[in-house]
Each structure stands twice: as structure tokens, then as C-alpha cells.
């Protein structure tokens, strides 16, 4: 298996546009072309308010609830209006995740190389290579093989 690496979500918050995003790109699947900090996003942080205004404000119903509660966005259906950003009675929505940008923006974080490149791009010490495993006592979370992830999570 390849290096790990740690997001902090609680300092890349303080930035006001992250120009660079971390993905995992599946060929066989469309949805994980989703940014990492989409995916961190809407499993750790999102509340999963019982009744969604996210999902009722979205003209494009590009947002829907899945049986677990998680809230997740069609990127095809997506128009990035960002309704669902103002009608959040949380916040947890980040405007810059719903902006297009370049391709060459992306670093998919299955390529060592480009894992690599992500670290060294990304802003302040938010990113760092990461040895250790899921420490729910510290706020790190696994979102997948090579990410974990620091925010404070929504426990209902």
C-alpha cells in the first residue's frame, strides 16, 4: 500500500479558496471523481438534517438523502447555484466546493506522484504525509485507504 496522508479540514477552512484538490479516481465509477473535501464533507461533517433544506432548495435536484442519511450531490446535475450553501442552518457547506476549476487543479491521490505534488501544493500544513491510523480521540478519521481526515465530526 502507498503513503497516507492527513487532511485538516479545521485549518484549510481558514483559507479562503483552496486552488488545489485531492481526488481518488476509480475508473469504473463516476462519483469518486468527487473531491475529497466534498466526500469529508458530507460524511463527517454534514448534520443530515432530517428534513433537508439542501435537498428541497435544490433547483436541479442535484442533491438527495441516502438510506444512511448522507446527503450526496450528482456532479452531472449539479448547476452550482449554491442555494443549498445560503439555506444551510449550519454552515457546512463550503462555497469554493461547488466552483469549476482547471483540470490541472486536481491531484488524484492513488498516483504516488501526484499524492506527492498534493502535499507539497496545498496550503500551510494542512496536508501532511500521515503514518498513523484512525484516532477518533484526536479528531482523525479514515475516509478511505490513503486519506484520513481531521474535523470534528457530526455524532447525532
Not at 452550482?80 to 490541472?104: A, H, Q, V
Amino acid at each position: 500500500m502507498g503513503k497516507k496522508i492527513l487532511i485538516d479540514l479545521l485549518k484549510l477552512r481558514d483559507f479562503d479558496k483552496c486552488l488545489v484538490e485531492g481526488v481518488c479516481i476509480d475508473p469504473g465509477n463516476n462519483d469518486e471523481f468527487k473531491t475529497i473535501r466534498e466526500q469529508a464533507t458530507f460524511l463527517f461533517t454534514c448534520r443530515k438534517c432530517e428534513e433537508a433544506p439542501c435537498i428541497s432548495i435544490c433547483p436541479a435536484e442535484a442533491l438527495e438523502k441516502e438510506k444512511d442519511g448522507m446527503v450526496t450531490r450528482s456532479l452531472n446535475l449539479c448547476v452550482r447555484c449554491k442555494s443549498c450553501i445560503t439555506i444551510c442552518p449550519f454552515g457546512t457547506l463550503m462555497d469554493d466546493l461547488f466552483e469549476k476549476r482547471p483540470k490541472n487543479q486536481f491531484f488524484d491521490l492513488n498516483d504516488d506522484e501526484e499524492l506527492l505534488q498534493f502535499v507539497e501544493v496545498s496550503p500551510g500544513d494542512t496536508v501532511v504525509f500521515y503514518d498513523g491510523d484512525e484516532d477518533p480521540e484526536n479528531h482523525i478519521y479514515k475516509l478511505n485507504e490513503r486519506v484520513l481526515v481531521k474535523d470534528f465530526i457530526w455524532n447525532p
